[in-house]
């Protein structure tokens, strides 16, 4: 697949001010974090799980739990993926029994892999009610899934690629919408 | 990276990064079984068949297991009571299987090869699950396992295999396993149990337990085969244990803080004392745990999709 990048649609800044605005939304419509706790998915839900866990901590002066939720096992797509994906660890330490749970991702589309973290969240226990957000929603779902928190709203194309990248694993952050020219 | 293979029949020809993909893989896995929920939906609608011809408890067991915790449905043959006892070839009972849309087979054999042979002759992928004196690699697989996880890595530790190597399909996956990652290891027991050829997969052999386990970070401990025993290799198994059994005075000379392995079953009194295989040293039930893990891992990379470009 050779993609062409078209534009940037967000720089570092515009990442931070969308996740402060995120962890406000998330502080005003759980009235309060007392019992919210943020998991991101795998790869880049993981960073930014853990930012937005900072600002609330800088707002509210509250430290909340953090997860990194790996739902490999749980995909709907295994057998059609040409490649095999690795399975990693989940490492939720905490007990999700009755708690608010804010599920994080880097862009939201089809909608799948929120269906399938939903699932593999479901196993690790009951928690009280389960919210959505998102840095991106590019629209173009499969699902009846909605995200709670956006960050940005983009309308895509299906020949467009959407590329979220966080310091803590492509050392620098940023938005960029690209086009699929060759596939 | 990923298993570029349509069978795991032997240690001998894994890379060592597919060995790594594996004991990786078996992180997660073990994440999974150690949950109150032991189950993923990630092998709905893939079936596999265990097909011993030599009794097992815990790798037939663990191997069901391991399917059913990845939601794959799991059939056992139970050749005693099959229609091999009828005289049915094992070439046409294996037919049979395949054409009832078995994914995969996991295979016990006590000739050597014949899980090789079977792979040769059919589409479902087969798993070695110990084939007379040659392989058993999921047991080295889990040993490997069980070792990392408690010293962190497996690279350069001193490793002492203990017993009847002659016999021992574990000793050999374990030496092919464990030299891909630069172990020393040693092989002890009765010259009359001692293959020849050892120097060759770069083994160093001793005949005094004292002297092979001076300095080892891990001690595996086999079996002694009475099954296998023709008779005449060592005079008493007394005279074995006088000599060879593992115990919390005999461990002296290794390391403090040395690691105990036993494939099971444990003969105790023979290969190993009772107070030390249920003291903290001994890990054989944290190996079974890791075995269900290993195995998860295995039914994964191997029925997990994404590998259509494999020719059979």
């Known amino acids: 697949m050779v993609l062409r990048e078209k534009h940037a649609i967000m720089d570092e800044m515009g990442m931070k001010r969308a996740l402060t605005r995120i962890a406000h939304e998330i502080i005003e419509k759980n009235k309060g974090v007392d019992n919210v706790a943020v998991i991101g998915i795998r790869r880049r839900g993981g960073p930014l799980a853990q930012r937005l866990a900072l600002r609330i901590e800088d707002i509210e002066g509250i430290k909340i739990p953090v997860g990194i939720l790996d739902i490999t096992l749980y995909r709907d797509d295994l057998t059609t993926l040409a490649q095999q994906p690795q399975v990693h660890r989940t490492e939720v330490n905490f007990d999700i029994n009755g708690k608010r749970l804010v599920l994080v991702d880097d862009v939201l589309y089809t909608g799948r892999t929120v269906r399938a973290a939903l699932d593999a969240l479901i196993d690790l226990g009951r928690p009280e009610c389960i919210q959505l957000a998102v840095l991106i929603d590019r629209g173009h779902r499969e699902l009846p899934i909605k995200a709670d928190f956006i960050g940005k709203n983009v309308p895509t194309s299906r020949q467009e690629n959407i590329e979220v990248y966080v310091k803590e694993l492509d050392g620098k952050d940023g938005v960029v919408i690209q086009e699929i020219i060759d596939s | 990276m990923k298993l570029e293979r349509k069978d795991l029949l032997g240690l001998r020809d894994l890379s060592r990064e597919e060995t790594e993909l594996i004991l990786n893989t078996a992180i997660p896995m073990k994440d999974?079984?150690?949950?109150?929920?032991?189950?993923?939906?990630?092998?709905?609608?893939?079936?596999?068949?265990?097909?011993?011809?030599?009794?097992?408890?815990?790798?037939?067991?663990?191997?069901?297991?391991?399917?059913?915790?990845?939601?794959?449905?799991?059939?056992?043959?139970?050749?005693?009571?099959?229609?091999?006892?009828?005289?049915?070839?094992?070439?046409?009972?294996?037919?049979?299987?395949?054409?009832?849309?078995?994914?995969?087979?996991?295979?016990?054999?006590?000739?050597?090869?014949?899980?090789?042979?079977?792979?040769?002759?059919?589409?479902?992928?087969?798993?070695?699950?110990?084939?007379?004196?040659?392989?058993?690699?999921?047991?080295?697989?889990?040993?490997?396992?069980?070792?990392?996880?408690?010293?962190?890595?497996?690279?350069?530790?001193?490793?002492?295999?203990?017993?009847?190597?002659?016999?021992?399909?574990?000793?050999?996956?374990?030496?092919?396993?464990?030299?891909?990652?630069?172990?020393?290891?040693?092989?002890?027991?009765?010259?009359?149990?001692?293959?020849?050829?050892?120097?060759?997969?770069?083994?160093?052999?001793?005949?005094?337990?004292?002297?092979?386990?001076?300095?080892?970070?891990?001690?595996?401990?086999?079996?002694?085969?009475?099954?296998?025993?023709?008779?005449?290799?060592?005079?008493s198994l007394d005279e074995y244990a006088q000599l060879y059994m593992l115990s919390p005075r005999t461990l002296a000379r290794a390391k403090d803080d040395v690691l105990v392995l036993h494939p099971g079953p444990i003969n105790r009194g023979v290969e190993i004392s009772s107070e030390l295989a249920d003291s903290a040293q001994a890990l054989i039930n944290e190996q079974v745990t890791n075995g269900v893990a290993i195995r998860m891992a295995l039914l994964f990379l191997m029925m997990g999709g994404g590998r259509d470009e494999i020719t059979y």
């Open chain 2, 32 to 235: 999974v079984i150690c949950r109150d929920i032991k189950k993923v939906p990630t092998l709905r609608g893939k079936a596999m068949v265990t097909v011993f011809y030599e009794n097992s408890t815990r790798t037939r067991t663990s191997f069901e297991l391991a399917g059913k915790y990845l939601s794959a449905d799991t059939v056992n043959l139970s050749i005693s009571t099959s229609s091999v006892q009828k005289g049915e070839s094992l070439r046409d009972t294996i037919k049979t299987i395949e054409v009832m849309g078995f994914d995969l087979m996991v295979m016990r054999h006590a000739m050597s090869g014949t899980p090789h042979y079977v792979a040769r002759n059919t589409r479902m992928r087969v798993i070695n699950a110990g084939d007379g004196a040659n392989e058993h690699p999921t047991q080295a697989l889990l040993d490997m396992y069980t070792i990392k996880e408690k010293k962190g890595t497996l690279e350069g530790l001193k490793v002492a295999i203990v017993g009847d190597i002659l016999h021992s399909r574990v000793a050999r996956s374990n030496i092919y396993g464990l030299s891909k990652f630069g172990c020393d290891i040693r092989v002890v027991g009765p010259a009359t149990l001692m293959p020849p050829g050892l120097e060759k997969l770069g083994v160093k052999s001793y005949y005094s337990l004292d002297e092979a386990i001076n300095g080892v970070d891990v001690i595996n401990i086999l079996r002694i085969q009475r099954e296998r025993q023709v008779s005449g290799l060592f005079p």
